[in-house]
């Protein structure tokens, strides 16, 4: 399997602008997160999927921010309008199988989408 | 809310030195992970920690976990260059996230 694919890998814009960021989870993986990392606040969950249905997006900053989940081998994270302090490494993980019927709940995470708002 | 707390969130080594980042986390939890880093890379799964007294090893590194004191360690034993990184726990909580440490970032010395 290829793992999880994001892209883009990295992303330059200018304040207000819109940036989508998009994920391909590993297939047959039944949980999506999307985590930001940042320097000052580490690794924040944002929102996470169970069988395409957002089942927690209290982690997400904002009404900027929005997610999506359309299919189950594809998702995208929104930022409308985009703000420097949204810069920040973006990672997508998927995890195989929920931990109430005996999975780790282990993730897999892809290379990330690496930000910066202008 | 479960909390994570790793220490030292930065530890400089010498090769060859044994040492050990704890990771104590609030509230009850399944599960524990421990995970490393490399600089602008991706996380990678080390160790899944499943129940009390569980202990997983990897080369030269072993994690151990006490469910009773909400404690994990990840012991390094003769430390090598390569294992320079920084790693990370996770703990699960009761409404099914994963929640992180801060990270200890690990340097080791030639």
Not at chain 1, 1 to 21: C, F, K, N, W, Y
Not at chain 1, 60 to 78: G, Q, Y
Not at chain 2, 50 to 78: F, W
């Amino acid at each position: 399997d290829a793992g999880v694919i994001q892209s883009p890998r990295h992303e330059v814009t200018e304040m207000g602008q819109e940036v989508t960021l998009r994920c391909k989870p590993i297939s047959g993986h039944d949980y999506l997160f999307w985590y930001r990392q940042t320097m000052m606040r580490g690794l924040e969950l944002l929102i996470y999927f169970n069988n395409n249905v957002p089942i927690d997006d209290s982690g997400m900053p904002e009404d900027r921010f929005s997610a999506k989940m359309p299919n189950a081998s594809f998702s995208t994270l929104k930022i409308q309008p985009s703000e420097p302090r949204d810069s920040a490494v973006y990672f997508c993980a998927s995890s195989p199988a929920s931990w109430d019927r005996g999975g780790t709940g282990e993730l897999f995470f892809g290379e990330g989408s690496r930000l910066t708002v202008l | 809310e479960l909390k994570v707390e790793q220490n030292p969130l930065f530890l400089s080594m010498q090769e060859g030195k044994n040492y050990t980042i704890y990771c104590n986390y609030s509230t009850t939890s399944d599960r524990l992970y421990w995970y490393r880093q490399d600089p602008g890379k991706s996380l990678e799964s080390l160790f899944v920690l499943l129940s009390n007294g569980a202990v997983k090893q990897e080369g030269r590194l072993m994690a151990s976990l006490d469910t009773k004191a909400r404690l994990s360690t990840l012991h390094i034993t003769a430390a090598v260059h390569d294992l320079s990184a920084t790693y990370f726990c996770a703990a699960l909580n009761r409404d099914d996230k994963i929640i992180f440490g801060k990270g200890t970032r690990l340097h080791i010395l030639p």
